[in-house]
């Protein structure tokens, strides 16, 4: 890992310690109920509906993956680079008897084979670590099986420059939608470095990953809301998530003995 990684990886570790704090709290949010919002459980009904294989990159505290299961999928296969988080999400599902299975990695450069996963699902806080998509979207489609999907349910790019005030939205004038990145001056701080990418850069890295793109939309709720804040920008005037669906094309039929 180079220095940037390494301290995010340390800021992560130390901010998942939330996870296992809140134990019992996730443990009866996954016991009860869903993580998925709406608009995932929309775009995921018929994906889930055929028992995938999951895959999911950055699965964090992993109620997501219970959700997931079920709600359909076969298994599930976290990966995340907080051995702190990954540990508390096994603890978890095992004590609710489901079928995930975490491993402690830095993405991209997931430790598992080619075309394992006939879904790859990751988002809500994800994206903002990989420096690289390029890279990032090639592991994903590595990972796919043919005609497997990559799923992405993610905070818009343009968040960062939304200011939290309550009366109006206004812009940040410290943050550009063009930058490369910012330090992280709410959660998780401590310093951490967030990657920037436009919309446009994260569909053409799918694109040029060799996905077919079969649906983008964008949301003006946040997945995430910090207690105790009501930012007007959340409020229904600005993009504030996004998703995004493509599939692994399928193999190609063999080509046809020529007639004789």
């Known amino acids: 890992m180079d220095r940037r990684t ?10 998942s310690q939330k996870h296992v704090r809140e134990y019992q709290e996730l443990l009866d949010e996954a016991r009860d109920g869903s993580s998925l919002v709406a608009r995932e459980e929309e775009l995921l009904r018929p994906l889930l509906a ?15 993956d219970v959700a997931l299961v079920t709600a359909g999928a ?10 702190v988080a990954a540990t508390a999400a096994q603890r978890r599902a095992d004590e609710l008897d489901v079928a995930c299975r975490y491993l402690i990695a830095a993405l991209p450069g997931a430790p598992l084979r080619d075309g394992c996963a006939d879904l790859v699902y990751t988002g809500k806080g994800a994206l903002i ?26 905070s818009h790019p343009m968040v960062p420059l939304w200011a939290w005030d309550p009366d109006e939205p206004r812009i ?7 930058a490369r990145g910012h330090v992280n001056d709410t959660f998780p701080a401590n310093g951490a470095t967030e990657w920037q990418a436009t ?5 053409n890295a799918v694109i040029s990953a060799g996905l ?24 229904g005037q600005l993009p504030n998530t996004f998703a995004l669906l493509a599939r692994q094309p399928p193999t190609a039929p063999p080509t046809a003995a020529p007639p004789r």
């Open 199 to 203: 919309l446009g850069e994260i569909i």
């Open 50 to 64: 055929s028992a995938p294989t999951v895959v999911h990159l950055q699965s964090g505290h992993g109620l997501d």
């Open 6 to 15: 390494r301290h995010n990886r340390a800021a992560w570790e130390t901010a």
């Open 172 to 178: 940040r004038p410290d943050r550009s939608y063009f």
């Open 129 to 154: 670590w990989m420096p690289d998509l390029g890279a990032w979207a090639r592991d994903a489609a590595r990972l796919l099986r043919p005609s497997g999907h990559l799923f992405v349910y993610e």
């Open 74 to 83: 076969r298994r599930v296969v976290g990966i995340d680079f907080s051995e």
């Open 212 to 235: 077919q793109i079969l649906h983008v939309a964008e949301y003006p709720e946040p997945f995430w809301r910090p207690g105790g804040v009501d930012a007007a920008a959340w409020r």
